[in-house]
């Protein structure tokens, strides 16, 4: 089961998917900052006019307002950058987690007897490497499967020419579909 592309090396995730991601959450930031510092300049770019004592109780009156006006912003910041981030990983999370529960429930539902089956993604979803994998496992899989029930297949027809050699023949086709379902271990 080989998951390596023409290229080269495969990637589970995409290239492209990994650049958007990025670039997202740098515009995310960049919009917090942007944010930030537009909200600190409207605060603190108003012209302190009026005599110098007026000014200088301004400026004592500001220095108490400094550090309130500080706080807001910073929670603000991280807030907006916070929700915008959280926005972002749960729908990356929703392209990489959904295929893996897809492909956890198609081995679930095999273990517990049901027909295995391939697994198809939704669009945009990442991780198609491994399903192309998973899939390339089933079809082979399936192949298999085919040539055990030929090979026990003929064996039973060779038992219903000859009684004489069916117990010869039952023998070795048992052991051929021992050995190949020794490669499933």
């Not at 807030?79 to 679930?108: D, N």
């Not at 049901?114 to 993604?121: A, E, G, T, W």
């Not at 026990?152 to 219903?160: K, S, T």
Request: with cysteine.
């Amino acid at each position: 089961m080989n998951v390596r592309q023409a290229g080269g090396e495969s990637k589970i995730v995409g290239l492209g998917y990994q650049a958007r991601f990025l670039f997202l959450l740098l515009l995310i930031s960049a919009f917090g900052t942007i944010f930030l510092f537009l909200y600190c300049y409207s605060v603190l770019t108003h012209p302190i006019t009026g005599t110098y004592s007026a000014v200088y109780f301004v400026l004592r009156n500001l220095s108490g307002l400094l550090l309130r006006l500080l706080g807001v912003s910073i929670m603000a910041y991280f807030l907006l950058v916070g929700v915008g981030v959280a926005v972002l990983c749960a729908f990356a999370l929703h392209k990489i987690a959904g295929p893996l529960y897809r492909l956890e429930r198609a081995l679930e539902n095999y273990a517990s007897g049901d027909p295995i089956r391939v697994v198809f993604l939704r669009e945009g979803d990442q991780l198609t490497a491994l399903a192309r994998a998973f899939n390339g496992f089933v079809a082979h899989f399936r192949e298999d499967r085919q040539r055990w029930l030929a090979m026990m297949e003929h064996a039973e027809r060779l038992c219903l020419q000859d009684a004489a050699a069916c117990r010869a023949e039952m023998g070795n086709a048992l052991t051929k579909l021992s050995d190949q379902l020794s490669r499933y271990r």
